[in-house]
């Protein structure tokens, strides 16, 4: 799926441990991605620089050093459209 960057809102970063959750919020859609060492892929997606994200396959984890990000899963919604509401101040 393709997320144009000019379309991108804001990045939340949580850590429970080991473990993060970064919230990656568009226009359209939202973006869940689990797993650690996830501060360098907020970054880049804040500078504009990520061009790409993936899972890693698990027969592949013991190939990263420690402190690298490590995707686990990547959750994507699509962001329901608010009505323009007008409120009507008498």
Do not use: C, W, Y
Request: net charge negative; hydrophobic share 45%; proline share 4%.
């Amino acid at each position: 799926m393709l997320l144009p960057h000019d379309e991108f809102v804001f990045a939340e970063l949580k850590r429970e441990g080991a473990d993060h959750a970064l919230r990656l919020v568009f226009v359209t859609h939202e973006v869940l991605v689990t797993g650690q060492a996830l501060r360098r892929i907020e970054t880049a997606m804040q500078r504009m620089e990520l061009s790409l994200l993936t899972k890693l396959p698990s027969s592949q984890r013991a190939l990263i050093a420690d402190g690298q990000p490590v995707i686990l899963e990547i959750a994507v919604t699509e962001v329901e459209s608010q009505p323009n509401r007008v409120e009507n101040k008498s």
